[in-house]
């Protein structure tokens, strides 16, 4: 049984070395002041400076956050009442048609749904810029959400609604009080993961974006074909720690949610 653990957990290191050491030989040389990545000359903060004098790209962090951010609540709203909807359909096929339907737009290629929302928005002549992305970035958020609060709804005990309703709680206060508080951790999963697939998509946003408005993945593409420049280092640094900072606050939000229900188990 030690040596099971001892591989499982040499095997988990492996993995996660082989999954960090890029990004963390990226942090390493975005404080290199040789601004290559093949020496290290000295410690410098010069590319992190630049990072933040640059305008321009503080208005492209600025159109990346407002977009992600956007993008999540409104497909958070709209994926807890898809998620809901489906829940409430009694036929198993068409329960199972409709999850199929969810499903296979998350594990579409992303080049693919770039291009049919490319060819959408050309047709029905929306301009490519702030709009397109908000809606591309919601339309491919939605499954995410639908797939993170559904099993919350499936945890659920249909008698907690029965008995508010036999209590004489309407039908907002059922779902103001009873389900929206039961599938809160489903609700701020699908949240995060929205947020942070928008901020992390190229793809996508590289067919529907247009001349004047960018994203950080986008520009970060940009800047790299034109050449090595440690600048993109300081930009990925900045982004991986607010990654970091969005799964540390997801932690916390879910570990202070789930103290309510494990008081009420106790009770």
Not at 43 to 55: I, N, P, Q, R
Not at 57 to 66: A, E, Q, R, S, W
Not at 121 to 142: E, P
Not at 206 to 231: C, D, H, K, P
Request: glycine fraction near 6%.
């Amino acid at each position: 049984m030690k040596k099971k653990f001892k591989l499982s957990n040499l095997y988990l290191i492996l993995v996660f070395a082989i999954l960090y050491a890029p990004i963390f030989y990226l942090m390493f040389y975005s404080f290199n002041a040789g601004g290559t990545m093949h020496n290290f000359d000295g410690f410098t903060l010069d590319w992190y400076k630049e990072v933040f004098a640059d305008t321009r790209l503080l208005i492209i962090v600025l159109n990346t956050l407002v977009i992600a951010l956007l993008s999540a609540l409104i497909s958070t709203v709209l994926g807890v009442f898809g998620a809901m909807a489906i829940h409430e359909v009694k036929r198993r096929r068409t329960k199972n048609t409709l999850l199929s339907l969810n499903n296979i737009l998350i594990v579409s290629p992303d080049v693919i749904i770039g291009a049919s929302f490319l060819i959408m928005f050309t047709i029905i002549g929306i301009r490519l810029g702030f709009v397109s992305v908000l809606l591309s970035h919601i339309a491919f958020s939605v499954p995410i959400v639908v797939i993170m609060v559904l099993p919350k709804l499936q945890e659920m005990s249909p008698t907690l609604i029965d008995a508010a309703r036999d209590l004489g709680a309407s039908q907002w206060d059922v779902l103001t009080k009873v389900i929206l508080p039961f599938i809160t951790p489903g609700i701020f999963a699908g949240f995060f993961m929205a947020l942070t697939y928008s901020l992390d998509d190229f793809a996508v946003t590289f067919f529907v974006t247009g001349n004047g408005f960018s994203t950080l993945s986008v520009e970060i593409y940009s800047m790299a074909r034109q050449g090595i420049s440690l600048t993109i280092n300081a930009l990925s640094t900045l982004l991986f720690l607010f990654t970091i900072l969005l799964v540390i606050g997801y932690y916390f939000i879910t570990q202070r949610s789930a103290r309510p229900q494990k008081l009420g188990v106790r009770e």
